[in-house]
């Protein structure tokens, strides 16, 4: 009977500790729960088949999936539909600015020699770009009834009368188109003009050891204000017209056909006021005393 009334003793004590240790916790967090304001109190934890999970963002994959390019095309809050742009510009400043159209200059291609002789004239300064020029083209042009000058210009050969009965190379005219010309030459028409280089030809020739040419029906002739290379022995057109390629081939570097109508058209403008003046002002304008351009 001592050891099980000890044992029974012992039990006694164990329960009412933990009554007593129960009582205690529970008095403190009910203080506890009334010292914290009603609105930040943290609830007693609710059973678990009263408590509702949060809801769950959708993360299922869209219907329709939109590339970048469909994307960048889709109209935006942020983006300028063309009626908020063109309202957004101002009244005055147009939608689209034309270029203006910018001029251009149809200059005539170089002539075959039958059609550019068709256009010299006697009785008017005349003057064309031709493509070439041969032996036949030459007996051609002694044959006409007034001299015909030939020169290399630019780059070009150029085929021009005066439209003056003086010759050629005495004009002031002539002498502005000739000093920036790289051959110089004329003709002497007809059969009975003089054979070789006038006078003339020679007072108003280039200087040494520059050369001019004439072209006469015998054939051709060099010379400048002191000699006649070939005096009475006439070279062959073909050796003047090796002459006239050599000039062609040492100025093709600067072949420029604009540059030479423009001096074309001047050499017209000045040669017609001479021949639209009277004796007095012809002999001014021969001395060179009054051209408007210069070389």
Known sequence: MGNFGKLLRLTAWCVLVTFTWQQVGWTNDALIQNLIPEKTRTPLLKPASEVVPPAQPNLAAPSEVQSSTDFL???????????????????????????????????????????????????????????????????????????????????????????????VGVLSAVKALTRKATFISHTHPGQFSAEGPSGQDMNEAILAPGREYVVTHQGAYAYNSEVIFNNERPYAYDWYLERLQEALRASAAERDQIETRKDLNEFIAEQDRYNEAGTEERETLRRGSTLSYTS
């Open 73 to 167: 095309q889709d109209e935006r809050p942020l983006s300028l539909t063309s009626q908020t742009l063109h309202a957004a510009m101002p009244a005055e400043v147009p939608a689209s600015i034309e270029k203006p159209e910018q001029r251009v200059v149809d200059y005539p291609e170089r002539r075959d020699f039958q059609d550019a002789v068709a256009e010299l004239r006697p009785e008017y300064a005349t003057a064309v770009i031709l493509k070439s020029l041969t032996a036949e083209d030459l007996k051609a042009l002694v044959n006409l009834g007034f001299e015909t000058g030939i020169i290399v210009l630019h780059g070009e050969i150029v085929l021009f009368t005066s439209g003056s009965e003086d010759e």
